[in-house]
Each structure stands twice: as structure tokens, then as C-alpha cells.
């Protein structure tokens, strides 16, 4: 799962469902840490099952445990913004 740090992802359960966020750390294999960060996608910095979320394509190149400014960084930097914005939509292009 360490291979994963930086994939974007939808959560599909919670409060935060249909929210995009990235995956910044791995407590086991069936638990990651997630950041939106919440500024941009309103998803809180929070442990989550990897069960309720969907996979992306897409991958930042940030470090184990980014902070929100460090990966709010790499958002901008790869253009993704208006992609992260975006509320329940996969796309795989």
C-alpha cells in the first residue's frame, strides 16, 4: 500500500461521500490516511477503510504524511484543482 501515497481518491461512505482526497499515509493494509485537503475539497484529515474509497488514475508525487499545504502545493502544480473540486465523479481520463 506505500506504492499508494499520492493516489487520488472519491470517498463513498461518511459525511465526506462523493469527495475527492489524497492518500498521504498507510496504517495497515486495510486502513490509509486521507487529506482533501479540507480547504479544497472540505474532506478533514482522517483514517479511512480502504473499502470506502474509490481509486483513481490519478497520483501526486508528495512524501509519506504531506502536510494540507504540501499537498495543496502539488494539486496546483499538477493542475488539478478544478478536478479535485469536482464532487462524485470518477474519471479515468
Not at 18 to 33: E, H, N, Y
Not at 60 to 89: N, P, T
Request: proline letters at 2%.
Amino acid at each position: 500500500m506505500k506504492d499508494q501515497i499520492g493516489r487520488i481518491c472519491v470517498k463513498l461512505a461518511g459525511r465526506d461521500a462523493g469527495g475527492k482526497c489524497v492518500i498521504v499515509g498507510v496504517v495497515d493494509k486495510q486502513t490509509v490516511i486521507v487529506t482533501g485537503p479540507k480547504r479544497l475539497t472540505n474532506v478533514r484529515r482522517r483514517k479511512v477503510n480502504v473499502a470506502h474509497l474509490a481509486f483513481t488514475p490519478k497520483k501526486l508525487d508528495i512524501k509519506e504524511e504531506a502536510s494540507d499545504d504540501e499537498v495543496l502545493k502539488a494539486i496546483q502544480e499538477a493542475g488539478l484543482e478544478q478536478y479535485m473540486r469536482e464532487r462524485g465523479v470518477i474519471s479515468w481520463t
